[in-house]
């Protein structure tokens, strides 16, 4: 028992430490958890999951997957496929059966494959999946458009590269018995429509529950997991694999239907992903057989070599030609296809099957996806960023502030941050408080930043951190509350402190972080912007620094925010006193009677 919940800790040591070490090196995070994986299992023997988890070892792993594949159905709008010119589809139509046809070939010519094999293999090949692809988009930085694509193809193929190969499979068995590929085909059709028709009735139950009140609310997430569990498992008994259909479409489904407890339901379920992907990429590359390892041939590179160069390259270009998605995004998206879990698991389970039917290499099939996994997340890891430089690619950094409220205040601030090239936008429901800012050509939005379609039109990629500054202190408290799990608590920001109101005062835990170490309030900047008061920005350098500043600054100026050199945004609250360094810049807050020698340093 006490080993057991060692390596159960150690598991979740390494996984999450994985990504906060890629958090803040920058490294690709499913790099890092695999490599992880590897040292603590056959380098080191610290986790032998075979031995720890026995017979549940697999089911577990596909209960993970069936809950990553979930989530990221979530976070699929159907509205984005419209950005995409249609990719997604033809990626699905076009591209996976280029890409089965050309992985089979690069088994059996370059890997040695026996044809079945091969085939069998080359329709696994086509998965990439959310338990690679997300984690490695949320660390790049890449424009939207094939940002969105990458995602919706990993999700969405994960199951049809799997039906791919239980298609492959069942023909090879039944064939013995006299089966056609008709049949087969038919039949793994009829079973597919079935899977998906259950994830579609479990979303609309939980879609006609949740609202009404029929799951209370400290139960609606346990119930929400039970209930893609059961509808995997109930798939599975259906067909094999066929439960990653039923999850896909239940997430999706459930993404697109208007539930009102669905960010909070998502909030939870990203955690949960988190934790489950770092787990399972430990377990994984803790399972490598280091015996398996010895059985790699030099015409593995070869074919790993066709499947990085050749296979998904003509696959994808084969399927985006003669669309409007351009030449460089093409180029981006046919180069990054990593391989995770879902390669290794479904070619575990098939290698084993192929030899109770009669077809020897499937114990190969291990060892090539280990090398697909391992070569594609490394190499695909550490290059999608240089490449989407290369190609032109990165998104912009995200350096911006979103500003809710069309005040004086706040129209003061973004007139500073227009100057100083950060990106900046202002939102408001009042078509005439956002008049002075589009006269000044600063970037504004018109409408409820609370409300749904805000998503559709504010890309929140583009910006670090959010300021809530109308004259409302309740909803400003409000707007925080909402954002902080897209920005981060420590990114969202309103005007006045918990700590000023007593009694009266908004819970803390609800608020955003205070602007000013101060706490201005909402009424003390009505009456600062009456006196007159401004923002001035002033250049920090190796011989006038922060010190030489606030001598220079009126006594009862107040700072607001460092831009670092580097583009990022820093406040001053109550909290955090950010430490200006040369090639910084200081916004501060200053009445209207100062002097010259400070104009001119604030210049």
Same mark, same amino acid.
């Given at each position: 028992?006490?080993?057991?919940?060692?390596?159960?800790?150690?598991?979740?040591?390494?996984?999450?430490?994985?990504?906060?070490?890629?958090?803040?090196?920058?490294?690709?995070?499913?790099?890092?958890?695999?490599?992880?994986?590897?040292?603590?299992?056959?380098?080191?023997?610290?986790?032998?999951?075979?031995?720890?988890?026995?017979?549940?070892?697999?089911?577990?792993?596909?209960?993970?997957?069936?809950?990553?594949?979930?989530?990221?159905?979530?976070?699929?709008?159907?509205?984005?496929?419209?950005?995409?010119?249609?990719?997604?589809?033809?990626?699905?139509?076009?591209?996976?059966?280029?890409?089965?046809?050309?992985?089979?070939?690069?088994?059996?010519?370059?890997?040695?494959?026996?044809?079945?094999?091969?085939?069998?293999?080359?329709?696994?090949?086509?998965?990439?999946?959310?338990?690679?692809?997300?984690?490695?988009?949320?660390?790049?930085?890449?424009?939207?458009?094939?940002?969105?694509?990458?995602?919706?193809?990993?999700?969405?193929?994960?199951?049809?590269?799997?039906?791919?190969?239980?298609?492959?499979?069942?023909?090879?068995?039944?064939?013995?018995?006299?089966?056609?590929?008709?049949?087969?085909?038919?039949?793994?059709?009829?079973?597919?429509?079935?899977?998906?028709?259950?994830?579609?009735?479990?979303?609309?139950?939980?879609?006609?529950?949740?609202?009404?009140?029929?799951?209370?609310?400290?139960?609606?997430?346990?119930?929400?997991?039970?209930?893609?569990?059961?509808?995997?498992?109930?798939?599975?008994?259906?067909?094999?694999?066929?439960?990653?259909?039923?999850?896909?479409?239940?997430?999706?489904?459930?993404?697109?239907?208007?539930?009102?407890?669905?960010?909070?339901?998502?909030?939870?379920?990203?955690?949960?992903?988190?934790?489950?992907?770092?787990?399972?990429?430990?377990?994984?590359?803790?399972?490598?057989?280091?015996?398996?390892?010895?059985?790699?041939?030099?015409?593995? +590179?070869?074919? %790993? *070599?066709? !499947? =990085?160069? /050749?296979?998904? &390259?003509?696959?994808?270009?084969?399927? $985006? #030609?003669?669309?409007?998605?351009?030449?460089?995004?093409?180029?981006?998206?046919?180069?990054?296809?990593?391989?995770?879990?879902?390669?290794?698991?479904?070619?575990?389970?098939?290698?084993?099957?192929?030899?109770?039917?009669?077809?020897?290499?499937?114990?190969?099939?291990?060892?090539?996806?280990?090398?697909?996994?391992?070569?594609?997340?490394?190499?695909?890891?550490?290059? +999608?960023?240089? %490449? *989407?430089? !290369? =190609?032109? /690619?990165?998104? &912009?950094?995200?350096?911006?502030?979103? $500003? #809710?409220?069309?005040?004086?205040?706040?129209?003061?601030?973004?007139?500073?941050?227009?100057?100083?090239?950060?990106?900046?936008?202002?939102?408001?429901?009042?078509?005439?408080?956002?008049?002075?800012?589009?006269?000044?050509?600063?970037?504004?939005?018109?409408?409820?930043?609370?409300?749904?379609?805000?998503?559709?039109?504010?890309?929140?990629?583009?910006?670090?951190?959010?300021?809530?500054?109308?004259?409302?202190?309740?909803?400003?408290?409000?707007?925080?509350?909402?954002?902080?799990?897209?920005?981060?608590?420590?990114?969202?920001?309103?005007?006045?402190?918990?700590?000023?109101?007593?009694?009266?005062?908004?819970?803390?835990?609800?608020?955003?972080?205070?602007?000013?170490?101060?706490?201005?309030?909402?009424?003390?900047?009505?009456?600062?912007?009456?006196?007159?008061?401004?923002?001035?920005?002033?250049?920090?350098?190796?011989?006038?620094?922060?010190?030489?500043?606030?001598?220079?600054?009126?006594?009862?100026?107040?700072?607001?925010?460092?831009?670092?050199?580097?583009?990022?945004?820093?406040?001053?609250?109550?909290?955090?006193?950010?430490?200006?360094?040369?090639?910084?810049?200081?916004?501060?807050?200053?009445?209207?009677?100062?002097?010259?020698?400070?104009?001119?340093?604030?210049?």
């Amino acid at each position: 028992m006490e080993y057991q919940a060692i390596v159960f800790a150690l598991i979740g040591v390494l996984g999450i430490g994985a990504q906060w070490v890629a958090w803040k090196t920058g490294w690709p995070a499913i790099a890092l958890m695999l490599l992880a994986g590897v040292l603590a299992g056959p380098v080191l023997g610290l986790i032998d999951p075979e031995h720890t988890f026995g017979a549940l070892l697999e089911p577990a792993i596909s209960l993970a997957v069936a809950v990553i594949l979930f989530e990221g159905g979530l976070s699929l709008r159907l509205r984005e496929l419209r950005k995409t010119e249609g990719a997604v589809i033809r990626l699905t139509l076009i591209g996976v059966p280029v890409g089965w046809v050309l992985g089979a070939a690069a088994g059996h010519y370059l890997a040695g494959l026996a044809w079945p094999v091969a085939v069998l293999f080359g329709g696994i090949l086509v998965v990439t999946g959310p338990t690679v692809v997300i984690p490695l988009l949320r660390q790049s930085n890449i424009e939207s458009r094939p940002r969105t694509i990458l995602k919706w193809e990993g999700i969405v193929n994960d199951p049809v590269g799997a039906l791919c190969a239980v298609l492959t499979y069942e023909y090879l068995r039944r064939s013995l018995e006299g089966g056609t590929l008709a049949s087969v085909a038919v039949s793994l059709l009829v079973a597919s429509l079935v899977a998906g028709g259950i994830g579609y009735a479990a979303a609309r139950l939980m879609s006609w529950a949740l609202p009404r009140g029929h799951i209370p609310e400290y139960l609606k997430s346990p119930v929400l997991l039970v209930m893609v569990i059961g509808v995997f498992v109930a798939s599975n008994l259906i067909q094999q694999e066929a439960g990653l259909v039923a999850v896909t479409v239940m997430g999706v489904a459930m993404a697109n239907m208007q539930i009102d407890s669905l960010r909070e339901l998502r909030a939870f379920k990203e955690n949960v992903t988190v934790i489950l992907v770092s787990g399972v990429f430990v377990l994984l590359s803790a399972s490598l057989d280091l015996e398996l390892v010895r059985q790699f041939e030099w015409r593995f +590179i070869a074919f %790993l *070599a066709g !499947v =990085l160069f /050749l296979v998904r &390259p003509i696959a994808v270009m084969a399927s $985006l #030609a003669f669309s409007r998605v351009p030449w460089r995004e093409r180029a981006l998206i046919a180069w990054i296809a990593p391989r995770g879990i879902v390669l290794v698991a479904i070619s575990g389970l098939f290698a084993l099957r192929l030899d109770q039917i009669g077809y020897s290499g499937g114990t190969v099939l291990i060892a090539l996806s280990f090398s697909v996994v391992a070569a594609t997340i490394v190499v695909h890891g550490f290059t +999608i960023g240089p %490449l *989407a430089r !290369v =190609l032109k /690619l990165t998104g &912009p950094k995200k350096s911006g502030l979103i $500003l #809710a409220g069309g005040t004086s205040f706040s129209f003061g601030l973004a007139e500073q941050l227009n100057e100083l090239e950060v990106p900046v936008l202002i939102a408001d429901t009042s078509w005439q408080r956002l008049a002075r800012a589009r006269q000044a050509g600063i970037p504004t939005y018109h409408g409820e930043i609370l409300a749904e379609a805000t998503d559709e039109h504010i890309d929140m990629s583009h910006y670090q951190a959010l300021a809530a500054v109308t004259e409302n202190e309740a909803y400003n408290t409000l707007i925080c509350n909402e954002f902080a799990p897209e920005f981060g608590r420590d990114n969202v920001y309103q005007l006045g402190d918990a700590g000023n109101g007593g009694s009266l005062a908004l819970p803390a835990d609800l608020r955003g972080r205070a602007l000013f170490a101060s706490g201005l309030g909402v009424e003390q900047i009505s009456r600062h912007v009456r006196a007159g008061w401004t923002f001035r920005k002033t250049p920090i350098t190796d011989v006038y620094g922060l010190a030489e500043m606030r001598e220079e600054l009126p006594e009862e100026s107040e700072l607001l925010m460092v831009l670092r050199s580097a583009g990022t945004i820093k406040f001053f609250t109550h909290a955090s006193q950010p430490e200006p360094e040369p090639g910084d810049t200081v916004i501060s807050y200053v009445p209207p009677h100062r002097d010259a020698h400070a104009s001119k340093a604030a210049a």
